[in-house]
């Protein structure tokens, strides 16, 4: 079956260290996505690729890094930077970025929860 | 700026009961919007969207209406069940700068309970 893995579900972090989230997809996607979703919010967008090599900030990207090597991959590091890193995140992808109905609805992974002591 | 928002954060309803969801949207140059669920620990899943230019469309027991004078959107589900119990989310497609790329915002979320 075709749809997006992330991992590790569960993560628990010092403070200051980074940490890693995995995220993979098998739907042959272009476009990928990092969300943060804090509880009583709503989702907000870390970082998003359109294609391999080329990613970009979005509303929240202080603190994170990115990296798209793999159309399959787009890992998200949370580093030492972010000041209240712990949250539930979630990595999306969708057949491309652009618009129009279709285009952009995004699947979702499992979601990894990052828990700073 | 531009946003989206639910006007109720909870909703609790009887099994059986029709629920009606409600989000409000700000950019007018949005051109089309999708409802999510998420239940408790799992990522969001697609429910049903609905292009600017049409006013209502319909799925398996749920309606989207769209009301774009008053830049209103909501979501019905007809004889909710325990199953529906959940966090739905709105999300609107906006266009990124002037160029031909998008994103989905998402608004903060209902809590659904649906009472057995």
């Known amino acids: 079956d075709g749809g997006i893995t992330q991992s590790p579900k569960y993560l628990f972090r010092k403070e200051g260290q980074n940490v890693t989230l995995s995220c993979e997809q098998n739907l042959n996607h272009d476009a990928m996505y990092w969300y943060r979703q804090d509880p009583g919010q709503g989702l907000r967008l870390i970082y998003y690729s359109q294609i391999v090599n080329d990613f970009q900030k979005g509303d929240i990207a202080e603190g994170y890094s990115v990296s798209r090597e793999k159309k399959e991959s787009f890992p998200l590091t949370v580093t030492s930077a972010q000041k209240n890193p712990t949250a539930f995140y979630l990595c999306?992808?969708?057949?491309?970025?652009?618009?129009?109905?279709?285009?952009?609805?995004?699947?979702f992974g499992a979601g990894s929860r990052l828990t700073v002591l | 700026g531009e946003s989206v928002g639910l006007h109720l954060p909870t909703l609790s309803v009887q099994e059986g009961d029709n629920s009606i969801i409600n989000c409000a949207y700000s950019n007018s140059a949005s051109d089309y919007f999708i409802w999510y669920k998420q239940e408790s620990g799992k990522g969001p899943q697609f429910i049903i969207d609905?292009?600017?230019?049409?006013d209502k469309r319909q799925g398996q027991r749920v309606t989207v209406l769209l009301n774009k004078t008053v830049k209103h959107l909501s979501l019905q589900i007809a004889a909710t069940q325990p199953g529906d119990s959940a966090v739905y989310f709105c999300a609107e497609n906006q266009r990124l700068g002037g160029g031909s790329n998008y994103k989905l915002t998402f608004g903060k979320g209902t809590l659904l309970t649906v009472n057995p």
């Open positions: 609905i292009r600017s230019n049409m």
């Open positions: 999306a992808s969708s057949i491309y970025l652009a618009g129009g109905r279709g285009a952009n609805v995004l699947t």
